[in-house]
């Protein structure tokens, strides 16, 4: 669809007639905001549910499903397939708002003709080539459609042969779900979609920590579409983050392959050594990130200031390049390999909810140095203090940071539904401890000190790096920078005057613009206006309430709200529409379109920017202005339609294809990393999550919340239990390959074994809350959980695993082997080659 | 006007805020830690430093399709009675009736006798023990908190009996007590009490026509037993007993008349037998 974030917002879900929730413990880990789920069932909303277990979203639901854990894709896919083969699909949305009608390309083959591979496969490199995975073009370059959905290779004909085999049995023989429930299901979809009503799902990390994460939510994405239901009030798919500000640590771009705004970082493993040749490769011709240069140049402004300038490319040589895959768990293995010096954590605890725990602390044995910055001492800044260590023997110089608390800090957080708040300082902090803000900003002072007579030319980015956040005029700590600051830079403003810029349509490519992240651009909008801060809110969409990326928009692509000619769907589900007299588009929130483009506007062939798309194109992001039911070449490296594979342990074989797991998933095949190959022996499905009571670290030493779930437990059938001897309350042992845990047996017949072709499977669930300090403590799940990821965004799969149990206790941890063997072939380096898919 | 809680425990999503924001508000320690393997509930019961209390009751059919199943989950609270056994049983005048319709105990007349815990039908009132490092909670953990415990109210009045104020302290300032603030859902709705009850009967109406014919209404009328109405009611989607409530309260006082006359015959009938063994004598 185009954006890195939920393209609805929380408060909308009571405007919803149905709501799906899968892949979410949505009451449970997001209580708050399971208000508005309530608001809807209180209105007559269907609440639906399906999860492996029965947990407190399912005691709220109208119904509830149970699931294997990791087969959503063959539930979603039958949802899709039901609605093609039953023509229950939003016809006149699909058509216009959709890439439906596209043409796919000849060459172009499908899992059903390669057993589980789309064509391009490329076994040596275990990669595949995207070539063939495009449309068919004419002999001017336009795509190729027929919008009677005949051709048999248009991408609805496509999806409806790729989904043929996704039928009611299938799920209730993979995913444990009876027939009868899964066509029930299927008629509230569609009886709550289309033109007067409208249904929202919810997921959160039950979809995205998978070895085909990113396939499960583009799943999603197929049935909403299909449903029409992207887009208009009470309706998209909203993903619920697990803290309060995920959204802006992904906005900012915490993540390794992002700059600030999902800017793509520059790679050498493509040829971009200059300004010129970033653009080539990463600018969409056609659309709005046809503005991408804007982004860029005012982005590097705003880090290099007067130093970046037209001549020298706006400093674009200093930012760094990517040479492979750096993110989190390649990264560990480096380190456990002895090839990363320093190491610095902050406010995240790898050595207990990491996933192979222990591979974490004992990659941190090899560190020259490891910096830590927490409000708690915690299981990863005592790594070298760990049960069966010999602090005597490990050399890292470890330095431990107090950070102030959030009640003790003030500056934006950005929360699920993109929504910019601003907090303010409550207290000041306790002790020594200092601000995130203060440390960093300190970093960037002493660094600059520490370099200020350098000559050397890489030096440059540190010198030439814009780093004034003092203000004199606020009160505050000695030396605490500014966050309003901070916030007005990433707003940005105009380089000659200072001024703040209003709009990231008013920002430039020349130079003549600074901005740090281009779609915050409007929080900051004048000198004075903070609009963070403001707290106006209405019955309606509460327009003054915080502020939303992007343009302050609640809905994203609401333009799908109104039909091709810009008339709201029905009175009901009015939201944003043309209004004729005006000439421009009105309704309850900001258009998520051009204001004065009309309706009836036509694409113009060969234009590029935002002239390639129609008036009704409401998908402005993407190169077509159509949501990408098939998802052409280059976008994602595993799939252009999502396809079930079984997550890398399970106990079950694959019913669909004789590809087992996602192809290009990530393995790590070694000593310290051992994966679960028998069946036989780890037999049991394990699932992982989060409970209300517990965060981490930061709500075990709070005596009120560790009272309410005071030790590490295991949720268990009934009848597993009496087959393992397992009492509840007592203890169990729960084993991999890699390790063991022991845990409180809690046994419940929430908990229940699913019929999966004919075999009796049994799941069990540990949630991921615990660690060995704190009031509430206990093992953690990250002690069983070996490393794997998906190919896309680097996601580890922890939420689909096998095990087995016993009654008892573990046995005391032994002194970690450190030496552990590891073959040389087997060894990481830092941003190591990616060997599958090019960057 | 009286005021209370209309507990609507079809809207609870057993998030347990209210039991955190009460315990914060006024400074109550932990009950210690201690899983029980009683389903997510590991704090128990009500007891003299835990004045909210969320139950959770599985009623799990294990149908295929999950239909049958259920998870009740309800946050308790001192009822505030009409007619209240703790008061009416304190002898030192220490739990009286504020300015609020509630029953408020003063901790600094309170003399720890225990009288009302026995007295209560509900079981709410217990004793708290001194600070003095009980097991059932230690300063240690009023220190890992960074609260100061000699700044808490509990300070000064170990051994006294403890309950829920209706957040007295946070009412004579005008703000709505601490777990209806917290709710998430709105399962714990404060004010008028008068003005609830309608609410109330308006919501089971709402209920039972669609379907849910289980929903009834505890307290908010007569509860019989010589209790009469509640200020703290709720609405639950089983028997009150389901939630470890009783089905039948009763005020101790009532049975006062009963005790006289069961004395007043044992008297008589021992007048009579010592009568007739000395008159054999």
């Keep these: ?839 | 006007m009286a005021t209370g809680f209309f507990t609507d425990t079809t809207l609870c999503i057993g998030c347990k805020a209210c039991e955190v924001a009460c315990k914060q508000w006024n400074e109550l320690p932990s009950d210690g830690f201690s899983f029980t393997g009683d389903s997510y509930d590991n704090t128990v019961e009500l007891s003299g430093t835990t004045w909210r209390h969320v139950a959770f009751v599985e009623q799990i059919a294990a149908t295929p399709d999950g239909v049958e199943d259920r998870w009740l989950m309800s946050s308790d609270v001192c009822k505030h009675c009409e007619n209240a056994g703790c008061l009416e049983a304190c002898p030192t005048g220490a739990i009286i009736r504020n300015e609020f319709g509630s029953v408020y105990i003063q901790p600094d007349v309170c003399n720890g006798c225990g009288y009302c815990v026995v007295s209560c039908p509900f079981g709410v009132v217990d004793l708290i023990d001194s600070l003095g490092g009980t097991a059932k909670y230690s300063t240690a953990n009023l220190q890992e908190s960074r609260l100061d415990a000699s700044k808490t109210a509990l300070a000064h009045t170990g051994g006294v009996a403890g309950k829920c104020t209706l957040c007295y302290d946070r009412q004579t300032l005008g703000m709505v007590p601490a777990c209806a603030k917290a709710c998430p859902t709105d399962s714990i709705q404060f004010g008028d009490v008068a003005t609830l009850r309608e609410r109330a009967k308006e919501r089971v109406t709402t209920l039972h026509a669609r379907g849910e014919t289980s929903a009834q209404l505890y307290g908010a009328d007569d509860i019989g037993g010589g209790i009469g109405t509640l200020n703290a009611f709720f609405l639950l989607k089983d028997r009150p007993s389901v939630y470890n409530l009783p089905e039948r309260p009763v005020l101790p006082s009532t049975r006062q008349p009963d005790g006289y006359a069961a004395a007043a015959v044992i008297a008589v009938g021992l007048a009579i037998a010592g009568w007739a063994i000395f008159r054999s004598a």
């Design chain 1, 1 to 839: 669809m185009g954006r890195g974030g939920a393209t609805a917002w929380v408060p909308d879900l009571a405007n919803a007639d149905c709501i799906l929730i899968q892949g979410s413990n949505f009451a449970e880990a997001h209580p708050v905001a399971f208000r508005f789920v309530m608001q809807a069932k209180e209105r007559g909303a269907t609440i639906i549910h399906i999860d492996p277990r029965f947990t407190r979203t399912s005691a709220l639901a109208d119904i509830f499903a149970p699931i294997r854990s990791g087969t959503d894709i063959v539930f979603l896919g039958a949802l899709v397939s039901w609605l093609i083969e039953n023509k229950r699909y939003f016809h006149e949305y699909v058509s216009a708002y959709t890439n439906a009608s596209f043409v796919v390309r000849q060459d172009f083959q499908d899992t059903d003709d390669l057993d589980g591979l789309f064509s391009g496969w490329d076994a040596a490199s275990g990669s595949y080539d995207t070539t063939s995975w495009d449309f068919e073009r004419d002999a001017q370059g336009q795509i190729v459609t027929d919008e009677t959905f005949e051709h048999p290779r248009c991408v609805l004909n496509v999806l409806r042969r790729h989904y043929a085999r996704y039928t009611p049995e299938m799920v209730e023989n993979t995913c444990g779900i009876p027939v009868a429930t899964f066509t029930h299901i299927a008629e509230i979809l569609a009886a709550n979609s289309g033109r007067e009503r409208t249904t929202a799902f919810a997921y959160a990390v039950g979809w995205t920590q998978h070895s085909s994460g990113v396939q499960f939510v583009r799943c999603s994405a197929l049935v909403q579409l299909l449903l029409g239901n992207i887009g208009r009030p009470g309706g998209g798919i909203m993903a619920l983050r697990g803290h309060a500000d995920i959204q802006g640590a992904t906005d900012i771009a915490t993540l390794y392959d992002l700059l600030p705004g999902y800017l793509p970082m520059p790679s050498a493993l493509r040829t971009e050594s200059t300004l010129a040749e970033y653009l080539a490769s990463n600018q969409k011709k056609t659309g709005w990130w046809a503005n991408m240069p804007k982004y860029v140049v005012s982005q590097l402004k705003a880090f290099y200031g007067k130093a970046a300038t037209p001549e020298n490319d706006f400093c674009f040589s200093y930012l760094p390049q990517l040479i492979g895959d750096h993110s989190m768990l390649p990264t560990t293995f480096a380190m456990k390999d002895g090839n990363v010096r320093g190491y610095f954590v902050i406010g995240q605890n790898p050595g207990a909810s990491g996933q192979n725990a222990e591979l974490v602390r004992s990659a941190m044995e090899r560190l020259e140095w490891f910096v830590n910055i927490d409000s708690f001492e915690n299981e990863t800044s005592s790594f070298w203090n760990r049960e069966g260590a010999d602090p005597s023997t490990i050399a890292t110089e470890c330095f431990f940071l107090p950070a102030a608390t959030v009640l003790e800090k003030e500056g934006t957080m950005t929360q699920t539904s993109r929504m910019l708040q601003w907090h303010d300082k409550a207290l000041e902090p306790a002790g020594t401890s200092k601000t995130d803000l203060w440390y960093f900003y300190e970093l960037g002072k002493r660094l600059k000190a520490l370099y200020a007579d350098s000559s050397d030319e890489k030096d440059r980015p540190i010198l030439d790096m814009t780093w004034e956040y003092d203000d004199p005029d606020e009160p505050g700590e000695p030396g605490e920078p500014s966050a309003r600051k901070v916030l007005q830079e990433i707003n940005g403003y105009v380089t000659a005057t200072g001024e703040q810029v209003a709009s990231f349509a008013d920002l430039k490519d020349d130079g003549s613009t600074a901005s740090g992240v281009w779609i915050y651009t409007g929080v900051f909008p004048d000198a004075t206006t903070n609009r963070a801060r403001s707290r106006v809110g209405d019955d309606s969409t509460s327009l003054g309430w915080g502020w939303a990326w992007p343009a302050n928009r609640r809905t994203l692509y609401n333009r799908a709200s109104a039909d091709p000619l810009g008339r709201p769907w029905s009175e009901r589900k009015k939201y944003v529409w043309w209004d004729e007299t005006k000439g421009e588009w009105t309704g309850v929130d900001v258009p998520d379109f051009p204001k004065t483009k009309a309706p009836d506007t036509p694409a113009i062939a060969g234009a590029s920017g935002m002239d390639a798309h129609s008036g009704a194109d409401p998908f402005i992001m993407l190169a077509q202005g159509r949501a990408q039911l098939f998802v052409p070449a280059g976008e994602l490296k595993d799939a252009p339609i999502p396809a079930h594979y079984e997550p890398l342990q399970s106990p079950i074989h694959n019913a669909l294809y004789a590809q087992e797991v996602n192809p290009m998933m990530r393995q790590w095949r070694r000593p310290d990393n051992r994966y679960n190959d028998s069946p036989h022996d780890y037999p049991y499905v394990l699932t992982t999550y989060r409970i209300t009571e517990m965060s981490g670290i930061m709500t075990r030493y709070i005596p009120w919340l560790a009272e309410l779930q005071p030790e590490a437990f295991c949720e268990l059938d009934p009848e597993l239990a009496v087959e393992k001897g397992i009492r509840n309350g007592e203890y169990m042992v729960i084993s991999t390959a890699l390790g063991e845990m022991e845990a409180k047996a809690l046994v419940s017949g929430r908990m229940r074994p699913l019929r999966i072709n004919g075999k009796r499977v049994h799941q069990i669930g540990i949630p991921y809350n615990y660690g060995r300090m704190g009031f509430a403590r206990g093992d953690s799940p990250g002690e069983l959980i070996a490393l794997s990821m998906d190919p896309n965004v680097s996601i580890h799969e922890s939420k689909s695993l096998t095990c087995n149990i016993r009654a008892g206790r573990r046995a005391p941890l032994a002194t970690p082997d450190i030496e552990m063997a590891v073959p040389a072939q087997m060894r990481t380096t830092i941003g190591e080659s990616v060997a599958h898919g090019a960057q």
